[in-house]
């Protein structure tokens, strides 16, 4: 819903393992997320601003990724990323690893968006690359 009409579109949800979902911060949450729509956008060469996600969390409690097509009825643009999910994800991580701020911060190269600035002091690039170990069930390096 957004300003009380129904907002119907095209939607993508990573679940994250009991184990990561319960240790992670919402600075890990929204960090990763972040990196993911930019991985996806460089990657799969999609508009920036036809993307977006939030942090979710179920009835369970659990915190999930929730990616959307911000086009009213949904352009299908997040479920390619669905199709492509472990080349965005290379593609999200090369770009915090690839940023030359430092990894306790983020900015306008890697993270920051004018569409997440509420979220700017929450945004770390190393965060990002804590999630992205999680998920794919290394130690963080």
Not at 122 to 137: C, I, K, M, N, W
């Amino acid at each position: 819903m957004s300003l009380a009409h129904r907002y119907q579109t095209d939607y993508f949800q990573v679940h994250l393992d009991p184990l990561t979902a319960l240790s992670a911060t919402q600075e890990t949450l929204r960090s990763g997320l972040y990196a993911l729509l930019e991985g996806a956008a460089t990657r799969l060469e999609i508009t920036r601003d036809d993307i977006d996600g939030t942090v979710h969390t179920g009835a369970e409690g659990k915190p999930s990724l929730l990616l959307f097509d911000t086009t009213p009825g949904g352009a299908g643009n997040v479920i390619r990323i669905g199709e492509y999910l472990e080349p965005v994800v290379e593609a999200a991580l090369a770009r915090v690893i690839g940023c030359e701020c430092g990894p306790e911060s983020s900015c306008h190269a890697c993270l920051r968006t004018f569409r997440n600035e509420r979220f700017h002091e929450l945004l770390s690039h190393g965060e990002a690359v804590v999630l992205f170990d999680a998920l794919a069930g290394r130690s963080a390096s």
